[in-house]
């Protein structure tokens, strides 16, 4: 029987490697795609393909996406192409968006440049351009700052500013409060009348 028990726990340590072997295979599947993005343009893929390979590859992972949109801008297909296509395979425009401007910026894209292709994205609101560009600043080192001042000068309202990078919605925030606004509706009820006094009697 001895060896029998030298032999479980081998047997357990053999499942507890298997265990971490079987983790790191999988976190290496969460990634594939934005790891060989270069590499497979390189080698003549295009930029369609390789996007919607790389998302696909992903499972859903957010943060897959917007390693392989970042590895997409990197590999230098411009941000606007690359959160189009992203777009196309099923990625929320503001995290395309906010990956594609976080990787142009830490490339030594300038701010302007990156909110002015980021605004070209199709179907995006400027609420979600200010936004996604704005989170790829904070992401990157970049001053939020430039960043609505870029919008201001490409001609973003001021309270679309507001509203992209801080969720309230321009009016008497002193108080922290979001102004409500009442609506008068319109009665066709007819007036009321004085009741006439009876006469004396």
């Known amino acids: 029987m001895a060896h029998i028990n030298y032999l479980l726990p081998l047997t357990d340590n053999g499942l507890y490697f298997m ?13 594939p795609a934005s790891a060989s993005i270069t590499s497979e343009l390189n080698s003549g893929a295009t930029a369609s393909d390789v996007i919607a390979s790389a998302v696909a590859a992903c499972g859903g992972s957010a943060s897959c ?7 997409a801008v990197t590999a ?18 503001k995290i395309a968006i906010a990956s594609a401007s976080e990787a142009g910026l830490k490339a030594g894209q300038s701010v302007e440049s990156v909110l002015k292709a980021a605004s070209a994205v199709k179907g995006a609101s400027d609420t979600d351009v200010i936004a996604g560009v704005t989170a790829g600043a904070k992401e990157s080192g970049t001053d939020v700052k430039a960043v609505e ?11 679309t ?10 009016g ?11 609506q008068q509706t319109e009665t066709n009820e007819a007036p009321v009348q004085p009741v006439p006094a009876s006469p004396a009697k």
Do not use: H, W
């Open 65 to 71: 996406q917007e390693l392989a949109i970042a590895e």
């Open 161 to 170: 500013i507001l509203v992209a990078t801080t969720g309230v919605i321009s």
């Open 19 to 31: 265990r971490k072997l079987m983790t790191g295979i999988l976190l290496a599947a969460a990634l």
């Open 172 to 182: 008497d925030t002193a108080g922290g409060t979001t102004p409500v606004v009442k």
């Open 76 to 93: 230098g297909i411009d941000i606007t192409t690359a959160v189009n296509l992203a777009i196309t395979a099923g990625v929320d425009t």
């Open 149 to 159: 001042t870029a919008a201001l000068k490409q001609g973003f309202s001021a309270e």
